[in-house]
């Protein structure tokens, strides 16, 4: 018999599965796509908890029901409306670029910010409804800034964490929305406010301070040692906790037939040297800057098409949304167009696949890949460059990093590159190509430290130290 209350919630936008309907009327769930799913599952698993959210398609929710787990999914219902303020609009068309440091630019519309509350009180409703007297509630990311404050007013018996996935503007930045005091008052409702890096703690610390809160203390790494206190003696602790991926799982390949990698390898040609990029498609990925890094190195001479080729697989994401189409059509531009230049009929230079692969294929992707292409503008951390690493237990291959993205604050041996600067990525790529060819001593010492970086810091020291540091509180 399924309990109807729980000690430990989890609430997100997005459950980690999607509902598929097919056209006969059968229902089936399939993973959904992206990092903060990827991070919470295995932490849902260890804690028998109960996650709270959107089921991925309109209209439709079905009842709470168990996993396999030992996970209670719980979805919520959204209708079009909803959907479209509060998720395409407010969330992903006003927060996600101002977070992403203005890629492309915000647009601040009332009705999305009515939506954007009224459905994080609806978040909020179904939460209290589910969490047990006492129970530790862990919001997540930048869809539900308000249900911390909702929540606190409803049910002050809760512990209330709040993790961050994306990362946190400077105060300047963020001092454009004209809901910036509702925003920031929503999550002072937390005990505990999580963000990936300390440069995202401090902004938020600078934030604060500027709309009048009185904080005090550093920030510090999976533990908390600054703070915001608020009147009426309650305080809110601030600290980065880097969020990363289950490695070992990632890294054991007892269970993975590696002869798969080796013949998807052969199929692209035995003798190429592969570079891989895997992302969700998305303009902050900087996947068509890696495209045109390629191209240039290709017509200047610098590589052979004959010598490598580039795999591209791109997940589709939040296609509704302009700014995503424009992403696409310029990504599959670029793909159609050096295909055109440098490949020849039945061997492209670029193979681009715009659907998801399953958890199996992709590791074999991740361990046939020679040069790995992470590449985003901005990044809360990026958990791509992590499965790489991770894949890579033998030591081979090697990683070109975004500077931007938040895992080069801890994969220092990556070549980094600017993504701003296509000459800067040229030379991170041509420099990993270089690396492959005439150092592999080096690369591989280079790669041993990085897996040694992920092996020992897992997803599940950082969901224990976030839940530790709520705990104290
Ligand atoms: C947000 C933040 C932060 C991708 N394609 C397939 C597939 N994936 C999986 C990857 C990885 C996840 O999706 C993507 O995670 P990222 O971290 O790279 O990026 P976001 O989705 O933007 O995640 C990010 C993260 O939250 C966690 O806090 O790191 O900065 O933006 O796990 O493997 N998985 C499968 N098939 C695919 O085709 N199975």
């Not at 530790?136 to 909702?150: A, E, K, N, R, S």
């Not at 964490?161 to 503007?169: D, Q, S």
């Not at 300390?198 to 203390?217: I, P």
């Not at 009426?232 to 600290?239: E, F, H, P, Q």
Request: glycine residues 8%; hydrophobic residues 40%.
């Amino acid at each position: 018999m399924m309990s109807d209350k729980h000690d430990f919630v989890v609430v997100a936008n997005r459950l980690p599965v999607d509902l598929q309907t097919s056209p006969d009327g059968k229902r089936t769930w399939t993973p959904s796509p992206g990092g903060l799913v990827t991070a919470l599952t295995p932490v849902l698993r260890k804690n028998q908890g109960c996650w709270v959210g959107w089921p991925g398609v309109i209209d439709d929710a079905p009842e709470p029901f168990c996993t396999e787990d030992g996970v209670t999914l719980h979805p919520l219902k959204l209708n079009i409306t909803e959907y479209q303020g509060f998720y395409e609009g407010f969330s992903n068309a006003t927060l996600w670029p101002l977070y992403h440091d203005l890629i492309v630019t915000p647009q601040y519309d009332r009705e999305w910010w009515h939506t954007y509350r009224e459905v994080n009180l609806r978040f909020a409703d179904e939460v209290a409804s589910v969490a047990a007297h006492g129970a530790t509630v862990w919001v997540q990311d930048y869809q539900l800034h308000l249900v911390p404050g909702i929540l606190r007013q409803k049910r002050p018996d809760l512990t209330i964490g709040f993790f961050l996935h994306i990362p946190f503007p400077s105060a300047d930045l963020f001092q454009q929305v004209p809901w910036r005091e509702e925003l920031v008052r929503g999550l002072m409702g937390a005990d505990l406010i999580g963000f990936q890096l300390e440069s995202g703690a401090r902004n938020f610390l600078e934030l604060a301070s500027r709309q009048g809160y009185d904080t005090h203390g550093e920030v510090s790494t999976r533990e908390v040692s600054a703070f915001i206190n608020l009147s009426g003696g309650r305080r809110v602790g601030v600290g980065s906790f880097p969020i990363s991926i289950d490695s070992a799982e990632m890294a054991d390949f007892t269970t993975v037939d590696l002869g798969g990698a080796e013949r998807i390898h052969a199929e692209l040609g035995k003798e190429r040297t592969v570079i891989l990029g895997v992302d969700r498609l998305d303009y902050t990925k900087g996947i068509l800057q890696r495209l045109i890094a390629f191209e240039e190195l290709l017509e200047s001479g610098a590589l052979d098409p004959q010598e490598v080729a580039m795999v591209q697989l791109a997940t589709p994401s939040r296609e509704r949304i302009d700014h995503y189409r424009l992403a696409r059509s310029r990504v599959e531009e670029a793909v159609g167009r050096i295909n055109g230049r440098f490949g020849q009929i039945g061997r492209p230079v670029v193979h681009y696949q715009h659907t998801s692969v399953n958890k199996t294929t992709l590791r074999r992707y991740y361990r046939m890949a020679d040069i790995m292409m992470v590449t985003p503008f901005k990044d809360g951390m990026n958990l791509v460059a992590k499965e790489f690493v991770a894949c890579h237990g033998d030591f081979s291959g090697a990683l070109v990093l975004s500077e931007f993205a938040g895992a080069a604050d801890e994969l220092t041996q990556a070549y980094l590159c600017n993504p701003f600067d296509i000459e800067s990525v040229k030379t991170a790529l041509r420099s990993a190509f270089r690396g492959l060819r005439d150092q592999p001593d080096a690369l591989a010492q280079r790669m041993q430290i990085m897996h040694e970086q992920v092996l020992s810091h897992d997803v599940d020291l950082w969901s224990t130290s976030f839940l530790t540091a709520l705990g104290k509180k």
